[in-house]
């Protein structure tokens, strides 16, 4: 999303350079590197102690958006390997009694934040302004599931753009959320890095969570071709930004050679760019200037998708077919310069072709960053819609 906001501040520059000063004065104040503290840590004894999706601890939290009581989670989820893992969240909760078999739940799936520890969402001062519709979903009394994903809050490294650890840790903020009186029922919202986690959750819901019952999937602007995303957007500071994160984190989680595509003279730049988070306009700014040097080197192949073990793990984290039954919810901007419209109108057309209910949002002149925004009260409704159990709209035509 880097590319189309910062387009956006160059356009508007003063009046964002304002607004992004004044957030960065707050967000700074919860960003060091050591502020997720004790409670984001856990011993493997303590992750070992309980199934996935169980509580490690949890704490009431300062602030809560309206109609809501908001808990700090660490709960048990499953990294790539199969290994138990800790991994941190917030859980949001209406107030008063649950009504019968507990409060329906959407897990919320977060764009990119960040790649390491510090950048968790949970750690945010402003966190339910993130979460794209919260402030609906409160009202409308639905409890919240906010993964923060493995590797952020919690120790690193984070799997970014790892499809299946995003979705157990999706799956998991959802038992989570039960323990405080939430149902078996649940939908999946996500932006973005977000999407990909939604679309994953999709796919492997039933085979990970049998106890569940996921009733749709929404996904704004998602991550659906990795290679696409990867190698046509290399142009751009978004795509420059979004190519040297994976690397370095792929690079740690699946031990994949670094230098095998990145310049070894730019290394210390994905270095530093991997320790910035995304959390306000200033953020933006600042990871534009330390990426600068990449649009001068960096690198040392063409396409990253033509060779191994690159080639494979993006095919392995482009998220496929889901459950015909499911029906799902696309939001897409039609000025979307990191995520390009026709990869997602795409990869509509190979849900529609298996048989899928697809409803189709595009949303005119909406950039990527915006995506999630500007989509979320006709997800929020679609998703009300799953809920009352009304049959899913499509758009796949005949």
Request: net charge negative; proline share 9%.
């Amino acid at each position: 999303m880097f590319d189309v906001i910062f387009a956006e501040i160059k356009r508007l520059l003063f009046r964002i350079v304002l607004l992004a000063l004044a957030m960065s004065n707050v967000l700074l104040v919860v960003s060091p590197a050591d502020a997720q503290g004790a409670f984001y840590k856990a011993n493997e004894a303590e992750i070992a102690a309980g199934p996935p999706g169980s509580i490690i601890r949890e704490e009431s939290m300062g602030n809560s958006p309206p109609g809501g009581i908001a808990h700090r989670v660490l709960y048990r989820s499953t990294s790539p390997e199969g290994k138990p893992v800790a991994v941190s969240g917030v859980i949001v909760i209406p107030p008063g009694t649950a009504p019968e078999g507990g409060w329906p739940i959407v897990a919320w799936a977060h764009p990119t934040t960040g790649i390491v520890p510090h950048c968790a969402p949970s750690l945010a001062l402003l966190i339910f302004q993130q979460i794209a519709g919260s402030r609906p979903l409160t009202e409308q009394e639905y409890a919240i599931a906010a993964t923060d994903y493995p590797g952020l809050g919690t120790p690193g490294p984070h799997p970014y753009l790892v499809g299946v650890s995003e979705a157990r840790a999706v799956i998991d903020s959802v038992r989570a959320a039960r323990t405080f009186s939430g149902g078996n029922r649940y939908a999946v919202w996500g932006h973005s890095q977000g999407g990909q986690a939604a679309l994953f959750t999709g796919i492997i819901s039933e085979s990970y969570a049998p106890e569940l019952k996921l009733l749709g999937v929404a996904a704004a602007a998602p991550a659906t071709d990795l290679a696409t995303l990867m190698t046509d957007d290399l142009n751009s500071t978004g795509g420059r930004n979004l190519t040297a994160m994976t690397v370095w984190s792929w690079s740690r989680i699946y031990d994949a050679p670094a230098d095998s595509v990145v310049a070894p003279a730019v290394m210390p730049v994905v270095d530093r760019l991997a320790e910035e988070c995304i959390e306000s306009p200033f953020d933006i700014l600042e990871r534009a200037r330390t990426a600068a040097p990449l649009a001068q080197e960096f690198l040392v192949v063409k396409n990253p998708a033509e060779i191994e073990p690159w080639h494979s793990l993006m095919v392995r984290n482009t998220p496929g077919l889901l459950p015909r039954t499911l029906p799902v919810f696309l939001a897409q901007g039609t000025a979307d310069g990191l995520v390009r419209p026709q990869v997602t109108m795409d990869y509509m057309k190979r849900l529609c072709a298996a048989g899928s209910a697809v409803r189709m949002l595009e949303l005119q002149g909406v950039s990527h960053g915006f995506a999630g925004a500007k989509s979320a009260d006709a997800a929020v409704a679609w998703i009300a819609d799953r809920f009352a159990g009304k049959p899913a709209p499509s758009d796949c035509g005949g």
